[in-house]
């Protein structure tokens, strides 16, 4: 039926699992009190070939592996570059600041790569079990992550929250499963949407409808499901939240996006509206909230909440224009956020000893470097052209407006508006010349090292790709947009392996 | 013979048993312990939907279920932990360092 070996469908979820292994396997060998670090450069070379293996299943037939559990398509592979980037630039940016007496580096890379196996796995799976699975291997991971700095405080606070408030989704992601599961009889995400329309207990697939779309909302930080993120960002280590921020996100949306486009599309009429009022609720309670923040990474916490409902204006877009600019904005939003956490983790440290706006002040007279760098990713966030921001907002409103909802593009540029004003705070903030040259506080990491440059070079890099040249990152998202909606005729990729019990 | 909505309200019931208990109780292991009954009543749904198809799936999943719920036990009670050794409390109260 299809010639290609099913490992090949999982090819970077495996590269990524055997370097997670192999992490975890070299810190157990390595005496105590030997540092640590080179562990990372496995990490991140491990990682950089799964991005080439993943690149590689581009050449693949299109097609399902392991009884219609995983696809390959040009929609996973988008994901998989993406999140395999987004973990690749966090595990350089964790390499240079990262303190050298930590003992426990080597769980901290490996934990970062599994929660990488378990975000690829999430976009790809086209079976709810395989999906549930892969969710976990993705949040316990980031439970762990967020309470990186137990010794504080504040993170196991963060790493609690995160975790209690994420089981709690999960739960409700799960008994929507049960439900679908109920209603068809199936749990292949290709059958659900071949029955789901003439299921006989409709109400049961409403009811999942609503309950995976909690979970998932969840995971995005949607309003109204968003109050974790602030206290996450915020008590979790910044390399961590550069990670945390945009990968299990562009997970999650994949996610979403199958689920509304591929799994239950028949159903636009009852979930469009709710996306409409989650999205003017994700960016206009963010940006509220953004305006009165002190704390640099809690303003950012919120400024990502409302992202995501820019984001989730896309999904009023009609079939692929809409899955092509949302495709499109996770990644430009995912450039810029990582890129915006790593020069926030370098002027604030480790140990967020700097946290507030008042001390980003005077940032370009003490590191111009770090000050541009920090002006340039937040005029991509404000959304102004030639930077990622831009074109993502431009195609998530137009697919907007192409889907009819004028007004919600609207909401959405005036909110954009309003977003600008707490963004340009902490830009005036790091160009003004400090009053008092003696009261300056020093930088807390003078110089920028290798791997941190490569990763401010690599999120510089897309950010401009994004906003000067979108046309090849769109076609992409295009591709991905048609093979998401093209789905196989019926029973063709099935093959139903599932015993039957005798009644 | 028992009908299969009689399961199902039962997981219903015992599902929202376990929302409230999440959103009421304020120690953090009876917390832990509501979100554990959520996912088990969860897993009767499976099982109950799974004899109604007449499919092993259903049963299959329940399995994944537990084996996720175990590592996510694992996690979440070193979490606990690492929490009662910097605040010496497991009230969620007084979990309150950061604030909205």
Same mark, same amino acid.
């Given at each position: 039926?299809?010639?290609?070996?099913?490992?090949?469908?999982?090819?970077?979820?495996?590269?990524?699992?055997?370097?997670?292994?192999?992490?975890?396997?070299?810190?157990?060998?390595?005496?105590?009190?030997?540092?640590?670090?080179?562990?990372?450069?496995?990490?991140?070379?491990?990682?950089?070939?799964?991005?080439?293996?993943?690149?590689?299943?581009?050449?693949?037939?299109?097609?399902?592996?392991?009884?219609?559990?995983?696809?390959?398509?040009?929609?996973?592979?988008?994901?998989?570059?993406?999140?395999?980037?987004?973990?690749?630039?966090?595990?350089?940016?964790?390499?240079?600041?990262?303190?050298?007496?930590?003992?426990?580096?080597?769980?901290?890379?490996?934990?970062?790569?599994?929660?990488?196996?378990?975000?690829?796995?999430?976009?790809?799976?086209?079976?709810?079990?395989?999906?549930?699975?892969?969710?976990?291997?993705?949040?316990?991971?980031?439970?762990?992550?967020?309470?990186?700095?137990?010794?504080?405080?504040?993170?196991?606070?963060?790493?609690?929250?995160?975790?209690?408030?994420?089981?709690?989704?999960?739960?409700?992601?799960?008994?929507?499963?049960?439900?679908?599961?109920?209603?068809?009889?199936?749990?292949?995400?290709?059958?659900?949407?071949?029955?789901?329309?003439?299921?006989?207990?409709?109400?049961?697939?409403?009811?999942?409808?609503?309950?995976?779309?909690?979970?998932?909302?969840?995971?995005?930080?949607?309003?109204?499901?968003?109050?974790?993120?602030?206290?996450?960002?915020?008590?979790?280590?910044?390399?961590?939240?550069?990670?945390?921020?945009?990968?299990?996100?562009?997970?999650?949306?994949?996610?979403?996006?199958?689920?509304?486009?591929?799994?239950?599309?028949?159903?636009?009429?009852?979930?469009?509206?709710?996306?409409?009022?989650?999205?003017?609720?994700?960016?206009?309670?963010?940006?509220?909230?953004?305006?009165?923040?002190?704390?640099?990474?809690?303003?950012?916490?919120?400024?990502?909440?409302?992202?995501?409902?820019?984001?989730?204006?896309?999904?009023?877009?009609?079939?692929?224009?809409?899955?092509?600019?949302?495709?499109?904005?996770?990644?430009?939003?995912?450039?810029?956020?990582?890129?915006?956490?790593?020069?926030?983790?370098?002027?604030?440290?480790?140990?967020?000893?700097?946290?507030?706006?008042?001390?980003?002040?005077?940032?370009?007279?003490?590191?111009?470097?770090?000050?541009?760098?920090?002006?340039?990713?937040?005029?991509?966030?404000?959304?102004?052209?030639?930077?990622?921001?831009?074109?993502?907002?431009?195609?998530?409103?137009?697919?907007?407006?192409?889907?009819?909802?004028?007004?919600?593009?609207?909401?959405?540029?005036?909110?954009?508006?309003?977003?600008?004003?707490?963004?340009?705070?902490?830009?005036?903030?790091?160009?003004?010349?400090?009053?008092?040259?003696?009261?300056?506080?020093?930088?807390?990491?003078?110089?920028?090292?290798?791997?941190?440059?490569?990763?401010?070079?690599?999120?510089?890099?897309?950010?401009?790709?994004?906003?000067?040249?979108?046309?090849?990152?769109?076609?992409?998202?295009?591709?991905?947009?048609?093979?998401?909606?093209?789905?196989?005729?019926?029973?063709?990729?099935?093959?139903?392996?599932?015993?039957?019990?005798?009644? | 013979?028992?009908?299969?909505?009689?399961? @199902?309200?039962?997981?219903?019931?015992?599902?929202?048993?376990? #929302? &409230?208990?999440?959103?009421?109780?304020?120690?953090? +292991?009876? =917390?832990?312990?509501?979100?554990?009954?959520?996912?088990?009543?969860?897993? @009767?749904?499976?099982?109950?939907?799974?004899?109604?198809?007449? #499919? &092993?799936?259903?049963?299959?999943?329940?399995?994944? +279920?537990? =084996?996720?719920?175990?590592?996510?036990?694992?996690?979440?009670?070193?979490?606990?932990?690492?929490?009662?050794?910097?605040?010496?409390?497991?009230? &969620?109260?007084?979990?309150?360092?950061?604030?909205?």
């Amino acid at each position: 039926m299809n010639s290609v070996p099913d490992i090949f469908r999982i090819l970077p979820e495996v590269v990524l699992t055997i370097t997670g292994v192999a992490v975890m396997m070299i810190d157990a060998s390595l005496p105590a009190g030997v540092a640590r670090r080179s562990l990372g450069w496995v990490a991140a070379i491990g990682t950089t070939l799964a991005l080439w293996a993943s690149l590689w299943q581009l050449s693949l037939p299109e097609g399902t592996g392991f009884y219609a559990t995983v696809e390959t398509t040009a929609f996973t592979v988008f994901f998989h570059v993406l999140i395999c980037g987004i973990v690749l630039v966090s595990l350089l940016l964790s390499l240079d600041t990262l303190p050298e007496r930590n003992h426990h580096q080597g769980e901290y890379y490996a934990l970062m790569v599994f929660g990488a196996v378990g975000m690829c796995l999430l976009t790809s799976a086209v079976e709810l079990l395989l999906v549930f699975v892969a969710l976990e291997i993705s949040s316990i991971s980031t439970y762990i992550l967020a309470g990186y700095r137990k010794e504080t405080g504040r993170g196991p606070e963060a790493a609690l929250k995160y975790f209690l408030l994420g089981s709690f989704a999960t739960a409700f992601l799960l008994y929507g499963v049960a439900m679908v599961f109920g209603a068809t009889g199936t749990t292949q995400i290709y059958e659900i949407a071949r029955l789901a329309p003439t299921a006989q207990n409709h109400g049961f697939v409403l009811l999942a409808l609503a309950m995976m779309l909690a979970g998932i909302f969840f995971k995005v930080s949607a309003a109204p499901f968003h109050v974790w993120t602030p206290d996450v960002y915020e008590g979790a280590p910044s390399p961590v939240v550069a990670l945390l921020s945009t990968a299990p996100k562009a997970a999650a949306f994949a996610l979403l996006l199958r689920v509304l486009y591929e799994m239950l599309p028949t159903l636009r009429p009852v979930w469009s509206p709710l996306l409409w009022v989650v999205a003017v609720l994700s960016m206009t309670v963010g940006n509220l909230a953004a305006l009165r923040q002190e704390n640099v990474k809690r303003m950012l916490a919120y400024s990502s909440i409302s992202h995501a409902g820019y984001l989730l204006a896309a999904f009023a877009g009609l079939g692929s224009s809409g899955i092509a600019a949302a495709s499109f904005y996770i990644a430009a939003y995912a450039a810029m956020n990582v890129g915006i956490f790593a020069v926030v983790t370098l002027v604030s440290g480790y140990d967020d000893k700097l946290p507030l706006i008042a001390d980003f002040r005077g940032l370009m007279y003490r590191s111009p470097l770090l000050g541009s760098l920090l002006i340039f990713f937040l005029v991509s966030l404000v959304g102004i052209p030639f930077t990622g921001g831009f074109f993502g907002k431009f195609y998530s409103f137009s697919a907007a407006v192409g889907g009819g909802a004028i007004a919600l593009a609207i909401i959405g540029l005036l909110n954009s508006g309003l977003a600008s004003a707490y963004y340009l705070r902490l830009a005036f903030a790091a160009a003004q010349r400090p009053a008092d040259r003696s009261a300056e506080t020093p930088l807390l990491t003078p110089q920028v090292g290798v791997a941190v440059g490569a990763a401010l070079l690599l999120a510089v890099a897309a950010t401009l790709v994004l906003g000067i040249v979108p046309g090849e990152v769109l076609r992409a998202a295009e591709a991905g947009a048609h093979t998401l909606q093209a789905i196989p005729e019926a029973g063709a990729h099935v093959i139903t392996m599932a015993p039957q019990l005798k009644p | 013979m028992i009908p299969i909505s009689w399961y @199902l309200l039962l997981s219903a019931a015992l599902f929202s048993l376990g #929302m &409230v208990g999440f959103l009421v109780k304020r120690n953090i +292991v009876t =917390v832990f312990m509501s979100i554990e009954l959520m996912l088990n009543a969860v897993n @009767l749904s499976f099982v109950t939907f799974a004899h109604q198809w007449h #499919m &092993v799936k259903g049963q299959i999943f329940v399995f994944f +279920v537990m =084996v996720v719920a175990a590592a996510e036990a694992a996690v979440g009670l070193a979490i606990i932990i690492a929490v009662f050794r910097a605040r010496s409390t497991l009230a &969620v109260d007084r979990i309150d360092l950061m604030k909205l």
